[in-house]
């Protein structure tokens, strides 16, 4: 079945520590995308790459990095410069990257800090 | 700028009652809209979406939307609750120029029996 993987589905993070969350399609999507998501805030942007080694910052992307060397795959890390981490982060993917285009989204990873 | 807001954070319906959850738009082009599911700890699910083809959209699980440019408005309809669609909805605008979506805040919705 094609579709959107995340892993860890928990990860908790120690003060100082950086962690990194997986997300791999096999949708054959050349666009990808991570989300915050927080309670009462909706969804917000962290960073969205169209094409491999190519990626843009979005609205939040302060205290977070990525990489897209593959195309199946785009990890974001959380950095120890992000105060604020405890959220569940969603990943997404679509296909050309079109307005009309529909993200298809992973189940998503809850962090914790500890 | 594009922007989206969902009225009411919490909506509750009796079983078999009908749904509404609201959703207005502000965009300067023609917009592309989206309505998507959230289950507990789960990733979102499409229920369908609006790219200037017909008005009235119908999605999954028996849902429909219609797109009034005059109200900028894309509300979420079902005729007849059900348990199961007790979820978070979301309403999201494609933005102009790029592949980014704008999301509403959300509506909780809670199905009574």
């Known amino acids: 079945d094609g579709g959107i993987t995340q892993s860890p589905k928990y990860l908790f993070r120690k003060e100082g520590q950086n962690v990194t969350l997986s997300c791999e399609q096999n949708l054959n999507h050349d666009a990808m995308y991570w989300y915050r998501q927080d309670p009462g805030q909706g969804l917000r942007l962290i960073y969205y790459s169209q094409i491999v080694n190519d990626f843009q910052k979005g609205d939040i992307a302060e205290g977070y990095s990525v990489s897209r060397e593959k195309k199946e795959s785009f990890p974001l890390t959380v950095t120890s410069a992000q105060k604020n981490p405890t959220a569940f982060y969603l990943c997404?993917?679509?296909?050309?990257?079109?307005?009309?285009?529909?993200?298809?989204f992973g189940p998503g990873t809850r962090l914790l800090v500890l | 700028a594009q922007s989206v807001t969902q009225l009411g954070s919490h909506v509750s319906v009796s079983e078999g009652a009908l749904v509404l959850l609201r959703c207005n738009y502000s965009s300067s082009v023609p917009p592309y809209l989206f309505w998507y599911v959230q289950y507990p700890n789960q990733g979102l699910q499409l229920l369908l979406k609006?790219?200037?083809?017909?008005?009235l959209v119908k999605g999954i699980n028996g849902f429909e939307a219609e797109f009034k440019k005059s109200e900028t408005s894309f509300h979420l309809t079902k005729p007849s609750a059900h348990m199961s669609d007790a979820a978070e909805y979301f309403c999201?605008?494609?933005?102009?120029?790029?592949?980014?979506?704008?999301f509403g805040t959300g509506t909780r919705l809670k199905v009574l029996a």
């Open positions: 609006y790219t200037s083809a017909a008005t």
């Open positions: 999201a605008v494609s933005e102009s120029g790029t592949y980014k979506y704008i």
């Open positions: 997404a993917s679509s296909g050309s990257g079109q307005r009309a285009e529909t993200q298809y």
